[in-house]
């Protein structure tokens, strides 16, 4: 399958091209130093994208921005970082790419634990990955042409606990290739509209 990685050199990412790349043709896709430049926020970025990379069988999101703060002090501007790139982000890429993409391919989104096992300061965080999940669940059975759509939920990356243990003090991370191995189960089988909790 020919397959866009949008966050294709992060944690997420490099473990995704571990568990699909010897098995697919994956185009690497970011904001810098990838195959195909794409910032997920700009619809005309995305747009571009597809137009690049041709007849595409499946497009896996391991990217999306959010900010993280305490309530009180949270202001409007700071949800909007996780509602343009997160969330939009990603509805960008479902959006364009349902006009392009290969008939049966697939769409797997990035989303978390936070939308239903929250933390203090992710509010933000735990309101995009809900509607993340949501959106896959509503827009699997408007897709035509036998296109599927999945989101990946996972906790905390054993990789990333140093960085952010404290603020997820009692999760048991997951080592990432877990996450990975939830988009190869997208991908590859059958299911749609499903979200993967990887916990
Ligand atoms: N880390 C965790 O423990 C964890 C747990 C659950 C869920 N998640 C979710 O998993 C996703 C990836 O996390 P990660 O830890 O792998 O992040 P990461 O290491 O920071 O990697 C992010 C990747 O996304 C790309 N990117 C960022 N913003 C972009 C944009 N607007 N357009 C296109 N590409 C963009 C980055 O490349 P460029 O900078 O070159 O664009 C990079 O390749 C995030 O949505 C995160 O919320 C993470």
Redesign the pocket.
């Known amino acids: 399958m020919k397959i866009i990685l949008?966050?294709?050199?992060?944690?997420?990412?490099k473990a995704i091209i571990a568990e699909l790349g010897s098995r697919h043709d994956i185009i690497r896709?970011?904001?810098?130093?990838?195959d195909v430049q794409?910032?997920?926020?700009d619809l005309g970025s995305v747009t571009a994208m597809y137009k690049k990379v041709e007849s595409v069988d499946a497009v896996i999101c391991?990217?999306?921005?959010?900010s993280f703060g305490p309530l009180a002090e949270f202001t409007p501007e700071q949800y909007a970082v996780g509602l343009n790139?997160?969330l939009m982000?990603q509805v960008n890429l479902v959006l364009a790419g349902q006009h392009v993409m290969n008939d049966r391919g697939s769409f797997t989104l990035?989303s978390?634990?936070l939308s239903h096992d929250p933390i203090v300061m992710g509010s933000s965080?735990a309101m995009v990955n809900a509607a993340i999940d949501a959106f896959v669940l509503a827009t699997a059975i408007e897709l035509p042409r036998g296109m599927r759509i999945n989101s990946v939920s996972?906790?905390?990356?054993v990789e990333?606990a140093e960085h952010?243990g404290a603020f997820f003090r009692g999760y048991k991370p997951v080592p990432v290739n877990d996450a990975a191995r939830a988009f190869a189960k997208s991908v590859e089988g059958a299911q749609t509209g499903q979200t993967y909790r990887v916990l």
Request: glycine content about 22%; proline content about 3%; cysteine-free.
């Open positions: 949008v966050g294709a050199s992060g944690t997420l990412g896709a970011g904001r810098s130093g990838a794409v910032d997920i926020k391991a990217a999306g921005n959010v790139d997160k982000g990035i978390g634990v965080a996972p906790t905390v990356f990333e952010y």
